[in-house]
């Protein structure tokens, strides 16, 4: 086969694309443009959180706390409403986030991320930086949704900080995303699919019918973290996941073309009707 243009590395190659609808938009541009066929289809939907009184009464205090921490861009959109509507955020509190795309959520609200990792993407990299370790005696309020790793707290906290949840949304399965699903495994499947938490790949494996599952877990895949890598084996997945060097939406398409690179000539071409 011969080489690709520049810009159209993924040509005639089928990715499934399981991130929440709002969240999917910028990869599955990012891939059409090189060439691909994204196919999406999402494992999660953000919704606002049931009962947001206790998040509310956080944030009532907000005035008392001297760092806010964002999870997410979910975290930042729905966090920002939040505090919007109490009144607004205090001059003096710092924030932080875990990755890239929470910066740029900031940036949308007109604010600034005073604390952003820049090597990785995720709560071991935010707790890496300087001023994650200046934390004994201060307060720190984390924007989450419901649920979801303890580690960024209980770090903090062992560094001698009180921590506060604000829960500002939860995630639930979409409701046609499993017939969705268990059609496109039935009339061919993907040649790749991309699954950006543990939480979207359980939710992947709960909503296959027992007769498709064996080509879910047969079909490669793409994540963003080694603990995502590692999820999947758990769950069953045959082949080994590719984890993508940046947590964003440009490293996970780089990692499709590096793993269409090595597997283009084996990877079936597969038409849905």
Known sequence: ?????????LTGLRILVTRPRDQARNLCRLIEEAGGQALAIPALEIRAIADPEPARALVDRLE?????????????EHGH???????????????????????EALVRHGLYADICPTQAYNSEALLAEEEMWQVAGKKIIIFRGEGGRELLART???????????EVYRRVIPEDSSAQL???????????????SNEGMQNLYEITAEENRDRLLRTPMVVMSHRNAMF?????????????SLSSDEGLVAAIEAWYAINKNESSRRVIS
């Open 156 to 166: 903090l906290k062992e560094r001698g900080a009180s921590v506060y949840y604000a």
């Open 64 to 76: 008392e706390f001297d760092l806010a921490v964002f999870i997410s861009a979910n975290a930042v």
């Open 81 to 103: 409403r939040l505090v919007s509507a109490r009144g607004g955020w205090p001059a003096r509190l710092k924030l932080a986030v875990v990755g890239k795309r929470s910066a």
């Open 182 to 196: 268990n059609r496109l495994l039935r009339e061919g499947g993907a040649d790749i699919m991309v699954v950006s």
């Open 1 to 9: 086969m011969p080489d690709e243009p520049a810009g159209r590395q």
């Open 232 to 244: 999947a084996c758990k769950l069953g997945f045959v082949h080994e996941p590719v984890v993508a």
